[in-house]
């Protein structure tokens, strides 16, 4: 059979998964308002997409602060709570895996979408980034705000973000998910902590490469203690720099913290790899020497073909394989690699991020 790797099964740290494709993280903003409320058509696009071996979950920001797009799930109240159990029942009941992605946006974020400032590990603003509200457009559409100029943390409010990170994690096992995954990429909080360029803070959460990691590690510690190291994973975005992220140090940055979060042990790192179309490559020398790194399961996600994704399962340089399009557009993916079927296109572009509610959402079509 083709793609022999792809559908192996494979074991998560104790956790058992039917194949090796993963449905990777992607907003798509449909919560229930007011509260942010995972609601029936956000488990109903989830249930259709549960051949996969694992889904990990749009972000779900661990409180109000740290929201940073209009219509996102949250996971800091009861209500958001019981929402979510819609989507791990069902998912459940298909018999997949399911993890949450916590999630602060640190200073991607605007007044105009929770009504709070940003906060940041330094109060300066992100160039050329927006988030979206929907503010009654006719169609339906999302408008882009420029961020607005965050407020630099302070020792307390970094204290009280660890906590949320945890209680976050609580609530998601309370929720009926598998695990937890840390949301340390793509220009957010964690991320903003970890790049020199964004970190210019003169305590112990900045300066050297040490300090800008640490937060990450303190975050990922205390959540593995908290519900368990094998349904805790990570993810970072070593080669990605937009949202005003570009570090040269960057690299060096993240082996150092995938050393620390080695021995943590923590289940898996995820990579969010760039995935448009001149994106850069990440270099094999960099796998390699992640692998030796990092002992437990490496996952790459970023617009990966099938056939690149089998070779690097066959290299032995990843573990599971994360497809993001392909699953929105395509709820039998799986099926649909194993039988060498046509693929859905996106419909509409429009409908994204909202939009039409259930159009573009669960009615793209099965085989």
Known sequence: MKYQKLFQQYKLNGIELENRFL??????????????????????????????GIIITEAAQISQQGKGYARTPGIYSAEQIEGWKLTTDAVHKNGSR???????????????VNGLQPLAPSAL???????YIFDGAPNGDATFVPVDEPREMTKT?????????????????????DGV????????????????????????YGGTIENRIRLLIEISAAVANAIGKEKTGVRLSP????????????LETIML?????????????????????????????????????????????GNKTPDEGENLL?????????????????????????????????????????GGEARGYTDYPFF
């Open 157 to 177: 409010d970094i204290d009280t973000v660890i906590q949320q990170f945890i209680q976050g994690a609580k609530n998601a096992l309370e929720a009926g998910f």
């Open 314 to 354: 066959e290299d032995n340089l990843v573990d599971l394989i994360g497809f993001g399009r392909n699953f929105l557009t395509n709820p039998d993916y799986p099926a649909r690699v194993k039988q060498n079927f046509s693929l859905n296109k996106i419909s509409d572009n429009h409908t994204l991020f909202g």
């Open 23 to 52: 449905m990777a993280p992607m907003t798509r903003s449909r919560a229930s308002q007011p509260g942010d409320i995972p609601n029936a058509l956000m488990a109903e696009y989830y249930a259709q997409r549960s051949s996969a």
């Open 239 to 250: 080669f990605i720099s937009f949202k005003d992220m570009n570090d040269p140090e960057i």
């Open 257 to 301: 913290a995938a050393a620390e979060l080695s021995k943590i042990d923590v289940a898996y790192i995820h990579l969010c790899e760039a995935d448009w179309d001149d994106a850069p490559q990440i270099p094999i020398d960099f796998r390699i020497k992640l692998r030796d790194i990092f002992k437990n399961t490496i996952i790459a996600t």
């Open 125 to 131: 603003t992100a160039q050329n980034t927006s988030v």
């Open 98 to 112: 399911i993890f949450l992605q916590l999630w602060h946006v640190g200073r991607v974020s605007s007044s105009k």
């Open 181 to 204: 995954e840390i949301h340390g990429a793509n220009g957010y909080l964690i991320d903003q902590f970890l790049r020199s360029n964004s970190n210019k803070r003169t305590d112990e």
